[in-house]
């Protein structure tokens, strides 16, 4: 895979770092160049904007967003990048995710927010998607992903 950072991992809190460890760790063995930032759509508006335009002049190609409650995050991110946005609801709260899941996938007509489940298979199919979204331009993240599915088939 090229070397560069191309997925920025996003989160609303320091606590949703333990729920996506599962992406964190699929990026790593897929290879794939990300890095991660606490950035809270509610608390930090004006560094998330300027984070998001200095991140996409680096040649950050997918935002992964993890939040949870209201779920924010993901929303805010679509609203101010062209870039594939992934929102990863994060369980807590009294609805357990379901309240970040709705809040992600009822984005507005024109700002859409591809949404992954609640709990680790979502951070995990995160950064699967973000694969595959990069192997659209990526021949190295095609095989990556050919490999591992090849693996899910035999295993």
Known sequence: ???????????????????????????????????????????????????????????????IAAAGLSAALAGVVAAHSLRPVIGVPVPGGP????DALL???????????????VGSHGARNAAILALQILSLSDDAALRTLRQYRERMNSG
């Open 95 to 98: 609805l357990q995710g379901v």
């Open 1 to 63: 895979m090229n070397k560069k950072t191309v997925v920025s991992v996003l989160m609303g809190s320091k606590s949703d770092d333990a729920h996506l460890k599962p992406t964190f760790e699929l990026l790593d063995e897929f290879g794939v160049d990300w890095e991660k930032q606490v950035l809270s759509a509610h608390r930090n508006p004006d560094k998330l904007r300027a984070y998001l335009n200095e991140a996409e002049g680096r040649g950050i190609r997918v935002f």
């Open 103 to 117: 809040s992600m996938v009822q984005m507005p007509s024109g700002v859409p927010v591809a949404t992954v489940g």
